[in-house]
């Protein structure tokens, strides 16, 4: 019975993912992927150094800029009065904290190419 109500689960996860995955010529959907594939490259691209405080600003940094183009999307394509609020927000706070990390990093000079570890986006 288990293994049955397992492979039902199974067929439904796979259909939602292949629906979900499926490319669409929306100029929305290809700009909002772009958000995201840019943000997951830089993201990839950063090297952790083994300082908590310094790690997490750099790999926050990205994500938040990928926020800031996501809601700039929102901007160009949305329709809806209160999400076109909430992406001029997300760009004003989004973009006040990536300064924020950028000023306190600073603090936190980035060591040798040999000394840097791939974080765990790198694996």
Not at 18 to 42: F, G, I, R, Y
Not at 43 to 71: C, K, N, T, W
Request: proline share 3%; aromatic share 6%; hydrophobic share 45%.
């Amino acid at each position: 019975m288990c293994s049955a109500r397992f492979r039902f689960v199974l067929l439904c996860f796979t259909g939602v993912l292949s629906s979900s995955c499926e490319k669409s010529d929306s100029p929305v959907d290809a700009a909002l992927a772009q958000s995201m594939t840019a943000m997951h490259a830089a993201m990839h691209d950063v090297s952790l150094i083994g300082r908590a405080d310094a790690d997490f600003a750099r790999m926050m940094i990205p994500h938040h800029q990928g926020a800031v183009e996501m809601a700039k999307v929102e901007l160009q394509f949305g329709a809806d009065p209160i999400l076109q609020r909430l992406a001029q927000e997300i760009i004003v706070t989004q973009q006040s904290e990536i300064d924020v990390m950028k000023l306190a990093l600073k603090k936190y000079p980035l060591l040798s190419a040999a000394k840097k570890k791939n974080n765990w986006c790198s694996q």
